[in-house]
């Protein structure tokens, strides 16, 4: 069974940077599939914001493609997401996913705040 | 780029049929798969419905999924509705690489 895990700092400072990993078990990202970072502000909907190939051909929500990188690390097999200069805005769970015909496998997600 | 409307809330009574709508914005609704997804409180979501009407397995075939040319829109329909139905579903599609979801719909089975 594929298995997704987030790991983030839980609490970011307003024009920080935020990072987040994803490590992926019983599957090697090297294989194939596209990877994504969704997220969900308290008690609203949910909101794709960037997805990776293994090949690390990424793509990128327009709203925040400036502010966000994403890149794969096949050594570890880890998906990764930085957000940068964030704002209370940005306070969400943050979930990965592996992406085929659907978003088949998700993480618990992981809460990100954003907080002086 | 578009998006997917969804109504904001739903309620029907245990054992009657519900359908939530999903209508795309711009481009056709056929010129991308729909995906919808069932998202309970404090859980992570799931596939209910995949590439417009198919089952995963696991899901009940209670849940079914259709879509409109002529109304730009997907359908999620969900018959026989137990309580264990309420959640908050959502939309999904797709488009040149691009993922974008619906606002999301409410369901209260009461």
């Known amino acids: 069974q594929v298995q997704l895990q987030e790991s983030g700092p839980g609490l970011v400072k307003p024009s920080e940077t935020l990072s987040l990993t994803c490590t992926v078990s019983a599957y090697s990202i090297s294989s194939g599939y596209n990877w994504g970072w969704i997220r969900q502000p308290p008690g609203r909907g949910l909101e794709w914001i960037a997805s990776v190939y293994h090949t690390g051909s990424a793509a990128y929500t327009p709203s925040l493609e400036s502010r966000l990188n994403i890149s794969v690390d096949l050594s570890k097999n880890q998906i990764s997401l930085t957000l940068s200069s964030v704002t209370a805005a940005d306070t969400a769970v943050y979930y990965c996913a592996r992406i085929g015909s659907d978003f088949d496998y998700w993480g618990q997600g992981t809460l990100v705040i954003v907080s002086s | 780029n578009f998006m997917l409307a969804q109504p904001h809330s739903v309620s029907e009574s245990p054992g009657k049929t519900v359908t939530i709508s999903c209508t795309r914005s711009s481009g056709g609704i056929d010129s991308s798969y729909v995906q919808w997804y069932q998202q309970r409180p404090g859980r992570s979501p799931t596939t209910v419905i995949f590439?417009?009407?198919?089952?995963p397995s696991g899901v009940p075939d209670r849940f079914s999924g259709s879509i409109d040319i002529s109304s730009n829109s997907a359908s999620l329909t969900i018959s026989g509705l137990k309580t264990e139905d309420e959640a908050d579903y959502y939309c999904q599609s797709s488009y040149r690489g691009h993922h974008v979801f619906g606002g999301g719909t409410k369901l209260t089975v009461l």
């Open positions: 590439e417009d009407d198919q089952r």
